[in-house]
């Protein structure tokens, strides 16, 4: 099992920055690909990115295409959510989580989860 921390969330300004980062436990982190996913007050878990275990592919929510982008660091660990240009909608909280299952976008097929870190963007 992995486990699964995120920090970097925050209050920011419709137009403004931030990156999240998910610190990840255990030996087996670069065996697995990574995904974000996202949920706002009343709503249903949504899938954000997902970056390949290797790192050399990425998928996206045709929501943040173009204003988010997903790395990670398999030396430290560590996968990331850049998210700029962001909106009052991108108002959710925000888990990592990992998966076996790169191309998917349900969160049936992630397996360990972060406990989640609150981005809050105001208008």
């Known amino acids: 099992q992995v486990q699964l921390v995120e920090s970097g969330g925050g209050l920011v300004q419709a137009g403004g920055s931030l990156r999240l980062s998910c610190a990840a436990s255990?030996?087996?982190?670069?065996?697995?690909?990574m995904g974000w996913f996202r949920q706002a007050p009343g709503k249903e878990r949504e899938f954000v990115a997902a970056?390949?275990?290797?790192?050399?592919?990425?998928y996206y929510a045709d929501s943040v295409k173009d204003r988010f982008t997903i790395s990670r660091d398999n030396a430290k660990n560590t996968v990331y959510l850049q998210m700029n240009s962001l909106k009052p909608e991108d108002t959710a909280v925000y888990y990592c989580?990992?998966?076996?299952?790169?191309?998917?976008?349900?969160?049936?097929?992630?397996?360990?989860w972060g406990q989640g870190t609150q981005v809050t963007v105001s208008s």
């Open positions: 989580a990992t998966t076996l299952s790169y191309g998917s976008r349900r969160s049936r097929d992630f397996g360990s």
């Open positions: 255990g030996r087996t982190f670069s065996s697995y690909s």
């Open positions: 970056i390949r275990w290797s790192g050399d592919s990425t």
